[in-house]
């Protein structure tokens, strides 16, 4: 066994933490304040090749290992968690399913736009009436001839309002009485196909979520993920793979926290010494830097562990319930070290703690991951 | 085909630099390495003129094994090839020795259009390489560029150093010592690191140059440390007294003392 990154991995934390700290650090106070995306962000991530990060070089992707991966989205994150999403989202959600289940004419036809960046992704499984209840989707799409005919309409879609190729999960009829759950690709320009208002955030402000409507979109076989029947088993393991990029975003939320943290204990001086010198900071910070290393070791073997082709539904459930609680945790004492001077909004403690907590509800909240956990425990794979 | 070198050297970062009370040396151990800042402007000048001019582009460092990771990332940004020259001898060269060492090595490799430097190390601080390297290889050097272009073997620039500039234009093969914020060094792209380390780096040791006796740098290199010291600069306050115009006869006057002398004189009020 062995817990030294790779030369590979190291410098890829290297690359991402510089590009991050001189490209994002400027701007990401901006993106949460008037919660906008600047499109020329876009340009700056395509340049490094974020958004293709473990596609293969075929497609133009940059072909790297999961632990890289959550290096990466860690890095980003650290500085600007609505940027992590994005990627995060973008990465695992939306270009991985389309890369693992589709034909090669899908593959061909999406993910060199995809690995550019020219084409940002998302994924939108949740609907007004289906949440952590994944299988009470509605929208449904009814065979018409050859093809089928899409209604329905989803909410807070990651990406949405800049994302032109969408993987939605959909309720399907077909000619011969079939029905079920099926996975399809989605692209903005199709016809029937509308963009809601940005939703107001509490916080990943910089990323703009968004509803979806679908007015009878035409949606041709070829634009179905895997097989018609398969939907509900692609989403479940798109998002074991998507809970890697969101834990890995919670751990560089909070890692961005405990460094401030650090810093800040050391230089204030109250009652003639450093806060640091006070066991009740002292101790915070023990705590802080714990959690934080438990959280990054869970994320690395969840991600091995995809990247030897094991079962690893549990230890990603495990990794993204763990690094998305500590994350809130952390951010909430990286508030009470900097006192008053971290609930203002001039130092970016207030907004990691607006950030890291959204990280215990979407792609499965807490509640159930820990369901996935007890699950797979009460299978026999204790 | 332009074959284009830039020479960098892996540095000590400056956070958290540490010095050795005893030895009055540079703590390097626990320390995070880096390719020398003054470099990345260098590596950005020779992958710029690859793109626009074709050829291609080799990264030479002499440093100790761990360098490799240096020359890594010089594959990440987009150089073709790398040569590392490490050996216990050469360890202690001063920049004499190192000079001697990279001209044998330009001397094996003959065939060679443009060496690029950065201006100086943040370890050493000395600047002296590239003007030592081109004398070495009897080349002519040239630092302080604005603008430049390539055509037919002939390098035309524009040279812009104080209140001087000059046109400029010199027979290839050159070395050009570029200044500090000459352009934006680019980021590394994730595309770039898995095949950076799918390349072989070409090593070079002490067995490796025909007459390694002058290039033992444990050894000859003429250069003694005999002691550093670390400088304490006093920041100290003066306050100025007097009316308005008192107040700034005295600043003049401090600011000659000061060998500040270009200073404005017109009409103060
Ligand atoms: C900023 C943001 C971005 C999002 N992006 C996307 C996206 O890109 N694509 C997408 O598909 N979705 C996205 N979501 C939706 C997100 O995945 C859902 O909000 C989440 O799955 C929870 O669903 P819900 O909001 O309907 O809550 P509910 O399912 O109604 O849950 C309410 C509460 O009940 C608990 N609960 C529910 N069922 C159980 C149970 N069986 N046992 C115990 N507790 C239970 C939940 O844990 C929660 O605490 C996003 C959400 C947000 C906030």
């Known amino acids: 066994m062995n817990f030294e990154l790779t030369e590979q991995q190291k410098l890829v934390r290297r690359s991402v933490r510089k590009f991050a700290e001189e490209v994002l650090a400027p701007v990401a106070p901006t993106f949460d304040r008037e919660a906008k995306y600047n499109g020329y962000i876009v340009k700056e991530l395509s340049k490094v090749n974020l958004f293709g990060i473990q596609l293969p070089e075929k497609y133009g992707g940059a072909d790297l290992d999961s632990i890289s991966y959550a290096i990466t989205i860690e890095e980003i994150s650290r500085i600007c968690a609505s940027t992590g999403l994005m990627l995060s989202v973008h990465n695992s959600v939306g270009a991985y399913p389309i890369y693992n289940w589709g034909t090669e004419e899908q593959k061909e036809r999406y993910l060199p736009d995809i690995a550019t960046g020219k084409k940002i992704s998302g994924f939108s499984w949740t609907e007004p ?24 309409s989803k909410i807070f879609v990651t990406n949405g ?25 989605l692209e903005k320009d199709m016809e029937g196909y509308e963009i809601g208002q940005p939703e107001d955030k509490m916080g990943v402000r910089g990323n703009i979520t968004t509803s979806l409507y679908f007015n009878n979109i035409r949606v041709p076989k070829e634009n179905i993920l895997g097989s018609l029947n398969d939907g509900f088993r692609i989403a479940m393991q798109t998002l074991d793979v998507g809970r890697i990029g969101i834990a890995a975003q919670a751990l560089g939320i909070a890692q961005a926290a405990y460094e401030h943290s650090v810093e800040y204990s ?24 714990t959690k934080i290393d438990a959280a990054r070791l869970l994320i690395y073997r969840a991600a091995f562990m995809k990247d030897t082709k094991k079962r690893f539904s549990k230890e990603s459930a495990m990794c993204k319930y763990y690094a998305s609680k500590i994350a809130r945790q952390v951010t909430q004492e990286a508030i009470q070290i900097h006192g008053g001077y971290g609930y203002m909004k001039d130092l970016p403690l207030e907004r990691y703690y607006r950030d890291a907590k959204v990280t215990e509800i979407y792609e499965g909240t807490s509640e159930i991951m820990k369901l996935i956990i007890a699950q797979q425990i009460l299978r026999g794979n204790l | ?95 004499l020795q190192t000079t001697l060492v990279l001209k044998e090595t330009f001397h094996k490799i003959k065939d060679y259009d443009i060496i690029i430097t950065g201006s100086q190390t943040s370890d050493s601080s000395t600047g002296q390489i590239p003007f030592q390297l081109s004398e070495a290889l009897d080349i002519p050097l040239i630092t302080d560029i604005f603008t430049m272009e390539i055509e037919n073997n002939i390098f035309k620039c524009h040279r812009n150093f104080g209140h001087e500039s000059q ?48 290039l033992d740098g444990c050894n000859k290199s003429p250069t003694n440390v005999v002691k550093t010291e670390k400088i304490v600069i006093k920041r100290k306050n003066e306050i100025i007294e007097g009316n308005f115009n008192e107040k700034v006869q005295k600043l003049l006057k401090i600011m000659q003392e000061h060998g500040i002398e270009r200073i404005w004189t017109g009409d103060m009020i």
């Open chain 1, 266 to 289: 050391k230089g204030r001086i109250q009652f003639k010494r450093p806060i640091s010198q006070f066991q009740g900071i002292s101790f915070k910070l023990a705590e802080m830097s």
């Open chain 1, 129 to 152: 009436n289906a949440g952590s209840d994944a299988q009470g989707i509605e929208c449904i799409m009814v065979q018409k001839g050859n093809d089928f005919v899409l209604n329905g």
């Open chain 2, 1 to 95: 085909m332009l074959k284009i070198f830039v020479l960098i050297k892996q540095v000590p970062s400056l956070h958290n630099l540490q010095i050795d009370k005893q030895t009055g040396t540079l703590i390097r151990e626990g320390v995070e390495n880096i390719i020398n800042p003054d470099d990345l402007y260098g590596l950005e000048l020779g992958l710029s003129l690859k793109e626009q001019y074709g050829g291609e582009i080799t990264a030479i460092t002499m440093g100790p094994p761990q360098a490799e990771f240096a020359l890594r990332e010089c594959l990440s940004m987009g150089v073709d090839k790398s040569l590392l020259i490490t050996d216990e001898q050469f360890a202690y060269s001063d920049t």
């Open chain 2, 167 to 214: 046109n400029i234009s010199v027979e290839l093969p050159i070395l050009i010592r570029v200044r500090r914020h000459f352009n934006e060094p680019r980021h590394i792209s994730l595309s770039g690191i898995k095949r950076a380390f799918e390349k072989e780096i070409e090593f070079n040791d002490f067995n490796t140059f025909n007459c390694p006796e002058y």
């Open chain 1, 161 to 185: 309002a800049i994302g032109s190729v969408i993987l939605i999960g959909t309720r399907y009829k077909t000619n011969d009485g079939q029905n079920g759950i099926a996975t399809i690709i």
